[in-house]
T-cell receptor, first 110, second 117 residues
Framework: SQKIEQNSEALNIQEGKTATLTCNYT??????LQWYRQDPGRGPVFLLL?????KEKRKERLKVTFDTTLKQSLFHITASQPADSATYLC?????????FGAGTRLFVKA | EAEVAQSPRYKITEKSQAVAFWCDPI?????LYWYRQILGQGPELLVQ????????DSQLPKDRFSAERLKGVDSTLKIQPAELGDSAMYLC???????????????FGAGTRLSVL
């Protein structure tokens, strides 16, 4: 069955450092991979989308890579700030379906 | 900026009671989704509408859950009777279109937190 794996352990980093979050998937060939941010008690908010034929996408301090051979996406936040503390979800899009990972909780300490 | 509206934000009910959640998507969004999110997990799709038609309800527990989008705009999700295991966040999302290979960027509401006692 299709499976998405994100680090279940929280990621703690110091302000100013680069945060790197991982999304691995199996038994799936997504056309798109998306990253969402979710704050406690709120709905997810779309951040970035990358297509299967793209290797890398950037938006301000965010960078996403997509390796369809490794079946992995990496999500980077450079010059991290305490305001970046949240849960980050990856979502795979193929056909008519979008499936979400469980997310990784990021804490950025001042 | 346009938002997906959901109500109520919080709902406490006793098991075996009926509950209903309401969602108003962003104007012009043809596709509407209901998700259930258990704490520590990702959103799980319950039902997807394209306009007023259901296109995917394979994960909807149809013995107790129902959803409708009669005029293809706002939507209601109902649970009857509620069970203890239904305690979760219920999220509504909408998107412009859901054709195959489309970007399908989803815009989420703030959700309804359901507690079943």
């Amino acid at each position: 069955s299709q499976k998405i794996e994100q680090n279940s352990e929280a990621l703690n980093i110091q302000e100013g450092k680069t945060a790197t979050l991982t999304c691995n998937y199996t038994n799936y060939s997504p056309a798109y991979l998306q990253w969402y941010r979710q704050d406690p008690g709120r709905g997810p908010v779309f951040l970035l989308l990358i297509r299967e034929n793209e290797k890398e996408k950037r938006k301000e301090r965010l960078k996403v890579t997509f390796d369809t051979t490794l079946k992995q996406s990496l999500f980077h936040i450079t010059a991290s700030q305490p305001a970046d503390s949240a849960t980050y979800l990856c979502a795979l899009r193929g056909g008519f379906k979008t499936i979400f990972g469980a997310g990784t909780r990021l804490f950025v300490k001042a | 900026e346009a938002e997906v509206a959901q109500s109520p934000r919080y709902k406490i009910t006793e098991k075996s009671q009926a509950v209903a959640f309401w969602c108003d998507p962003i104007s012009g969004h043809a596709t509407l989704y209901w998700y259930r999110q258990i704490l520590g997990q990702g959103p799980e799709l319950l039902v997807q509408f394209q306009d007023e038609s259901v296109v995917d309800d394979s994960q909807l527990p149809k013995d107790r859950f129902s959803a409708e989008r009669l005029k293809g705009v706002d939507s209601t999700l109902k649970i009857q009777p509620a069970e203890l295991g239904d305690s979760a966040m219920y999220l509504c999302a909408s998107s412009l279109a859901d054709r195959q290979q489309a970007k399908n960027i989803q815009y989420f509401g703030a959700g309804t937190r359901l507690s079943v006692l």
